[in-house]
């Protein structure tokens, strides 16, 4: 049997696609209407009403639509499609006159040549880039009406640039929508209706950096007919509890030269992807357009340029780990891990290198593990995003040389390259190997998990880096943790806060490639700073009768038994105030004289002494970040009273909570 993929290959190369269409509906006339999509062969036409998914591939919602489109027909076409380039990409039959519509986002620069012979017309539609259904992406129309035969439509980042000075971003990220209505489009629209009032964004600047605490917005805007009436300012952020903020209106201005003041003091740093800014421009005879302007501006709000002196040591190893999960070799033993500590998960880091790779060990304590692993929502599952700035210059803004490896619960994995300035999101074929093993049930919220472990091989020749001892890199990790579906995602990072250090390079630390051994003339010195500080542990040790709060708890020594549910149980109960050894230990099923004698062997403290460090870790982290009162705080780590509170926090910290409060906010 003859299949459209058969049937090509009787054509030569440089012939038309057009003759394949014709071969395919002689074979297939059940298939043939007034309509019907030749290529893509698996794009199809729906009737679509608010709340309906328009893309094949994602359930993102059509939120809102103007009166124009009612009652037309939609062509649904695929998401990942946005980057095709091809001239001819989609063709559709058509027996009857019809006008194309065709729906671009509204946030791009500059249009594909192809979209530029059309006639862009006073309608519009609007969707949402997450399921909730928050309007937050327009996308203009554009129409062109085609006689009888074939219409064909090229790619989405199809040539057709044009640039300003500094910017060279111009295509649309969102892939276009077809839209098609019976006849022609009517030519008797009044004045405006083909002529939108039009303008751009000249403050900020794309690709600025904002370190005050009040952003100059400005825009330029015109109108040919009835004259500008007034220029509306609107931004997407996120907000202090790092919920995204959906398109806001901030103020307007009615004369040249168009402009508003914005105090951005009640908001927290921001990445150049949760900032955005646009306007709206209304004319005199009450057309409005919106969205106009080029959009993302990619804008940075950082009010805190140092950059972080944090850095992860990778040592040198002599003998590659098998990447199994399971971190059963002595590279994943010691000391010398990072932490990162949320809500409801600890989580600690390891790395190693060797002449071909870069190895990662990560170990979670987490009740409850969920993961559909998706490339258009990783963040919406428990998952690790590593960052690497492999030129090391902290830039704000991510180029070619920056890579960002997204690493599932379930150690499926994606690998990609970010360059804003070059307008390049790409996924990168690689050889990472990533595998996990869950210590629970995945997906079921019912029951209680204990965590995961999880093993990363990445090669050097994927980071295109030559590795050496002495070479850092830029470097960051986050933890997205997913509890239950309606829940918001947490992401944590090892540095940085909040959502600043997402492609923003300039808020990661360091990675830097070590030897594991001493070489030389050191050794004798290294041997005796060993004694010395052996020798002064041990003082420590015996004199001091509150040890020091050690916010890095070493979680890769404890075996995933008793000792590790109940280390997984009080990270996650700390501030109920009715824990104690016995109510512990009966959770684990063990007595609790042997619990006690169990638990200071593995973890070399006392539970008592362990549970006052992660009450007074998450004391801490209250005072410095949120405006909570002291009894409030005592409350929400597990304290009995104020009183209690202030008693046991100058014991081991040597100052009073409102004294540290007052210190941290001085040195901030």
């Not at 949120?626 to 929400?636: C, N, P, R, V």
């Amino acid at each position: 049997m003859l299949t459209p993929v058969r049937i090509k290959r009787f054509f030569s190369h440089g012939q038309s696609l057009l003759y394949l269409g014709l071969f395919y509906s002689a074979l297939f006339p059940h298939q043939w209407h007034t309509l019907r999509v030749v290529i893509p062969s698996h794009y199809e036409f729906a009737y679509l009403k608010a709340g309906d998914p328009f893309y094949l591939d994602n359930k993102l919602p059509l939120v809102k639509m103007t009166a124009g489109l009612e009652n037309c027909l939609w062509t649904k076409t695929d998401s990942r499609d946005y980057a095709r380039s091809d001239s001819s990409f989609l063709v559709i039959a058509n027996k009857e006159t019809v006008t194309v519509l065709v729906g671009y986002a509204s946030r791009a620069l500059d249009l594909p040549d192809w979209i530029k012979k059309f006639q862009e017309v006073n309608e519009s539609f609007y969707s949402s880039s997450s399921p909730e259904g928050t309007i937050d992406i327009a996308y203009n129309i554009y129409a062109k009406t085609f006689p009888p035969g074939y219409i064909e439509l090229g790619g989405n980042c199809i040539a057709g640039r044009e640039s300003t000075d500094n910017w060279d971003y111009n295509r649309s990220n969102f892939m276009y929508t077809v839209i098609i209505k019976e006849g022609r489009w009517p030519r008797s629209l009044p004045a405006g209706d083909w002529h939108r009032p039009h303008g751009y964004l000249t403050s900020p600047l794309p690709f600025s950096v904002v370190s005050t605490d009040l952003v100059r917005l400005s825009a330029e805007a015109w109108d040919q007919e009835s004259g500008v009436r007034a220029v509306y300012f609107f931004a997407s952020y996120v907000d202090l509890t790092g919920r995204p903020v959906p398109r806001t209106e901030l103020g307007y201005a009615t004369k040249k030269p168009f402009t508003f003041d914005w105090n951005v003091s009640h908001l927290p740093d921001q990445n150049a992807q949760s900032l955005l800014f646009s306007i709206d421009i209304e004319d005199s005879a009450g057309n409005r357009a919106v969205h106009a302007g080029p959009r993302p501006n990619y804008t940075i709000l950082d009010r805190n340029k140092l950059i972080s002196d944090e850095t992860c040591f990778s040592k040198r190893i002599f003998r590659a780990p098998r990447i199994d999960g399971k971190l059963s070799e002595k590279i994943w033993r010691g000391r010398d891990s990072l932490m990162i500590r949320s809500e409801n998960n600890v989580v600690s880091i390891k790395s190693g290198w060797d002449r071909k790779a870069l190895y990662f060990g990560i170990r979670v304590l987490d009740q409850k593990i969920a993961c559909v692993f998706d490339t258009q929502s990783l963040w919406a599952q428990d998952a690790f995003e590593l960052f690497f700035d492999t030129r090391h210059d902290h830039n704000h803004f991510l180029s070619l040389d920056d890579f960002h490896l997204g690493v599932a619960a379930t150690g499926e994995h994606l690998f990609n390259v970010i360059g804003m300035k070059e307008n390049v999101h790409q996924f990168m074929p690689n050889q990472i190997q990533a595998v996990s093993s869950i210590l629970g049930t995945l997906n079921e919220p019912a029951d209680l998990d204990y965590g995961l472990t999880l093993e990363i091989r990445i090669p050097f020749e994927d980071l295109k880096l030559r590795p050496a001892a002495g070479r850092t890199l830029g470097f960051n990790i986050a933890n997205d943790d997913f509890e239950e579906p309606g829940d918001k995602t947490v992401s944590r990072f090892w540095v940085g806060s909040g959502n600043a250090p997402f492609f923003n390079a300039s808020e990661w630390g360091n990675l830097t490639l070590t030897e594991s051994f001493v070489r030389g003339r050191w050794i004798g010195g290294a041997l005796l700073s060993l004694l010395l500080l052996t020798l002064f542990g041990f003082m420590l040790r015996k004199f001091s009768k509150h040890p020091a709060i050690n916010p890095s708890l070493r979680l890769e020594e404890f075996p995933e038994g008793p000792v590790f549910r109940a280390i997984s149980f009080l990270n996650a109960n700390y501030k109920r105030n009715d824990l104690d050894l016995r109510m512990i230990a009966q959770e684990v099923h063990l007595s609790p004289s042997y619990f006690k004698s169990l638990f200071k062997k593995t973890t070399r403290k006392s539970f008592t002494h362990y549970l006052t460090e992660i009450r007074i870790l998450a004391a801490k982290k209250y005072l410095q970040e949120s405006a909570l009162s002291i009894g409030e705080i005592a409350d929400k780590t597990g304290f009995s009273s104020q009183d209690y509170f202030a008693k046991v926090f100058y014991k081991h910290v040597k100052m009073t909570p409102l004294k540290y409060r007052q210190e941290k906010r001085e040195n901030n």
